[in-house]
């Protein structure tokens, strides 16, 4: 069981990323999906999340209208879209799964984790 975060770099304020998820060894099928972020110095935050039991998408204050959440069993890949990006996006990014349906930002209901992507927003 393996998720493998990617996506991240090096882009100027105002510029965009896309982050992938992909997972291995199991189906995303029926978890809930959330992606948190780090900070040096600073507490893990979550960012946006996938509720498995109705499908609806959640989104932090700090990147509502800014960042897309979205999801293609197909690929078992998740992704997060992230546009108008600013200096305070700069953190590593984690994809994180549960059996929880609701999980939302509650992380330690999250039994599985990615190795983390770093995205600097730097001009």
């Known amino acids: 069981v393996q998720l493998q975060a990617s996506g991240g770099g090096l882009v100027q304020p105002g510029g965009s990323l896309r982050l992938s998820c992909e997972a291995s060894?199991?189906?995303?099928?029926?978890?809930?999906i959330a992606w948190f972020r780090q900070a040096p110095g600073k507490e893990r935050e979550g960012v946006s999340s996938f509720n498995s039991g109705d499908g609806t998408i959640n989104y932090s204050d700090s990147v509502k209208g800014r960042f897309t959440m979205s999801k293609d069993d197909s690929k078992n890949t998740v992704y997060l879209q992230m546009n108008s990006l600013k200096p305070d996006d700069t953190a590593t990014y984690y994809c994180a799964a549960s059996t929880w349906p609701y999980a939302e930002f509650t992380s330690n209901l999250y039994g599985d984790w990615g190795q983390g992507t770093q995205v600097t927003v730097s001009s």
């Open positions: 060894g199991f189906s995303l099928r029926g978890f809930a």
